[in-house]
Each structure stands twice: as C-alpha cells, then as structure tokens.
C-alpha cells in the first residue's frame, strides 16, 4: 500500500429517456466528468439531439433496450411508462436505479395507494376495480364527489375524471367502457374528492450508502391540471413544511429509494373538510395532510432548484449515480423565487421553436430561461421554464408574471 489512490474510470451513465429531464440531469453528469448513453424512440428528443451515444428503438424493443444497458455502468429513467419485467434481469448487466421494485409501486396507482395505507402513509379514501364492471359496481357505493383515475399512464391531468354528478358518472362510465370494447383493459381507482387549500411537494435524494436529504418544500400552482408556477420557500406555515418533510423522508425509507423521490402533496383546511376522515390523514395545525403521488425521478417542481438552492436536483441525481457525497440543499439565498413553465401556447404558429430572448434586457430579476429544443409547439406541452426572483413573494410572482405576459405578447 503506497496512500495512492486508484485512478476511478470514467463511468457511463445510461438514461432511459431523452427529453427535459434526462437533458437537464445529463448535463449535470458532464459536469462530474462522466459520459452519458440515452435511449428514446424519438430521435429529435431534447437530449437524443445532444447525447454523443444514443438508442433509438421502441419501448418494446428489448434486445435494443439491453444494448443500451450493456454501453452504461449504471440506468436512471426520467419517466415511469416504462415496463418493469422486461428491464429485471438487465438490471444484473447494469444496476438500474431508483430501483424496479420502487417503480413497480409508483408507476402504478393502485400499488401506490395501497403502500400508503399498508405502510400508514396519508392517503385519502379509495377504492379500486379491475375493468369496466367492477367500477361501475364500485361507484355505486362510493359517496360523490369523487375522482376517477386510470391506474397507469396519467399525468398532467390525463386519466382522471372528476365525478360530482350521477350525470357526469354515466359520461364517464360510458367513455372508459369503450375501452374495454376496444380490447384496452384497464385498471382503475376511486378516490375521494379533498378540497384542497395547497399543493406542495418536497423532493428527497437518498444516496446509494442510504444517507438522506431533503431540498426545501415547494409550493405548487397547476392551470389545467398542468403545473403552471412553483414557488420557493413555500407559502404555508413552517410547522406544516416540517412536517411534510418528515413524511417524504418516511416514505423513501419505507421504498427504499436510492436516487431522487418527490413526493406531491394535497393541503386541505379541516374545516372545509370537517366530514373527512382524520385518520387517513396527517393532521398539522388547522392542515389535513396527504400524499397524492410519487415520482422517483427529477420532477417539473425541482426545475426551480437550478437556482434557488445550492445543489440542483439533476446535481443530487448526478452526484448519487456517481458515488459523490451530497453537500447543502438548502436555498442559497434570502429571496423568493418563482418557477414558470414554458408552454406551447407562447410559441406562434409562424416561429421557430426558439423564443425572442432579447426581451430579457427589460427583466432584470429573472435569473434564467431554459428552452428544451422540443421541435412542434402545441397547446399544453411543455416547452421550456424560466426562474424569476425577488426581494418578497410578491415581488418574486409579479416579476415572473411580468416576463411571462412579455412572452406572451410577442408579435
């Protein structure tokens, strides 16, 4: 033994996914100095136009799919739609984190509601049903109002179904009925309708040795069941953000997360919601708690730590694949910034895909503007983000909205 240390290669990092967040967590990898391998069925995702080794295949193309696991040392995904079976045993040629038994869980509603109750979780009521007739059986039972939710394949509002009504019930029987008539089987779940006050989330990167930590808690805006503007430090009491906090840690030790887990939230005022059930609940002050649903990968919320806090959540990512400690989460500064998503709205039809940046002469405190290359803006797609700041919360979302009324003006 001479005290040297060996010389580490330089390790290969394989992406499932090629778009925002596999570009934005890629670029974090280079800068630790470690190469990145994607594969994405779209050759014109954001980071298969970057990448220097990329796969192009379909999600069922498994003898393509272990070729891109064999070019890497180690497999993080950016989204949950992909099958968990096939990718186990090329989880032995390369170790797949966060791992399939967790994504197994969260890409599943039905799974991830009931580890919230087997592991006393908050949750709201639910019930769920395999196919068209064990729902409408189920929903002959289950007080209105309440919410329908397709158990895989749902986000930004795709899949659900908001039921206040025996009307709106039969709508909705009848669409989901097609389904199975069209040979699409389909899972679902029922649960109940929260007036809900707040949405936070609160993300936490556990590394592969188990050490744990959380960035700040989030406070989240949606518009059309699309998540509009996140703000940092959230504007709910700090007794509530703790405690949210405490429950996100909980639950990426019960999945055994190795790697990033955001956790969403539901905030309801017990007194709008005196006839809920408490005991589904986390109670905090005048707060009902509840977990809505998990991510085990960077999250839309998190873009807002590539400059409110010390470390990004693609550097925490980053650093956990590649075995280097964790250092400050925590917010780098005293102001409040706020995060706005970039949709395809803000794009003309006539232009390209880029924007008129030079507006930013006029908007002093927004600190950046990330465009994701994405080619064909259209309604509700996300585009891009920027991350404005200010002295105060208020100064912070007029500034943010400011910029984006500028984008949205633009001839």
Excluded at 52 to 79: H, M, P, Q, S
Excluded at 122 to 128: E, G, L, M
Excluded at 378 to 389: D, E, L, T, Y
Aim: hydrophobic share 40%; aromatic share 8%; glycine share 6%.
């Amino acid at each position: 033994m001479n005290g040297k240390k060996e010389k580490t290669p330089v390790k290969t990092v394989g992406i499932l996914g090629g778009g925002q967040l596999g570009l934005m967590l890629a670029n974090s990898i280079y800068t630790c100095g470690a190469d990145v391998v994607v594969y994405d069925p779209d050759p014109s995702a954001p980071l298969c136009r970057h990448a220097a080794k990329v796969f192009n295949g379909a999600w069922t193309d498994y003898a393509l799919i272990e070729k891109f696991v064999r070019a890497a040392d180690i497999v993080t995904y950016e989204f949950e739609n992909v099958e968990c079976a096939p990718l186990r045993p090329l989880a032995e040629i390369s170790p797949i984190y966060p791992k399939l038994d967790l994504l197994a869980i969260t890409q599943n509603r039905i799974n991830e509601k009931n580890f919230l109750k087997e592991n006393r979780l908050p949750h709201v009521r639910f019930a769920t049903a395999e196919g068209a007739i064990e729902l409408e059986g189920a929903t002959a039972t289950f007080p209105l109002p309440f919410v329908i939710k397709t158990a895989r394949g749902g986000y930004d509002g795709k899949g659900q179904y908001l039921i206040r009504t025996e009307q709106e019930l039969a709508d909705t029987l009848t669409i989901l009925k097609q389904l199975a008539k069209d040979n699409q089987p389909f899972s679902a779940i029922l649960e109940e309708f929260i007036a809900v006050s707040d949405e936070v989330s609160c993300i936490v990167a556990r590394e592969l040795n188990g050490k744990i930590s959380s960035f700040p808690v989030f406070e989240n805006h949606h518009r059309n069941h699309i998540l509009d503007k996140t703000i940092i430090p959230a504007g709910v009491p700090e007794a509530v953000q703790d405690k949210v906090k405490e429950i996100a840690e909980e639950a990426a030790l019960a999945l055994d997360v190795q790697g990033l887990l955001t956790t969403e939230f539901f905030l309801a005022r017990r007194s709008e919601n005196e006839d809920k059930e408490v005991e589904c609940s986390t109670v905090c002050g005048d707060y009902l708690i509840y977990i809505n649903e998990f991510a085990p990968r960077p999250h839309n919320s998190g873009h807002i730590t590539r400059n409110a806090c010390h470390l990004s959540q693609f550097d925490a990512l980053a650093r956990i694949l590649l075995e280097i400690p964790l250092t400050d989460l925590s917010c780098n500064s005293d102001n409040i910034h706020c995060m706005v998503n970039i949709l395809g709205e803000s794009f003309k039809k006539d232009s390209s895909t880029q924007l008129d940046l030079r507006l930013l002469a006029d908007h002093a405190n927004v600190a950046e503007v990330v465009l994701y290359g994405k080619l064909n803006p259209r309604p509700g797609r996300k585009m891009g983000h920027f991350v404005a700041w200010g002295k105060d919360r208020k100064a912070a979302i007029e500034n943010a909205q400011s910029f984006k009324d500028s984008l949205d003006r633009t001839d």
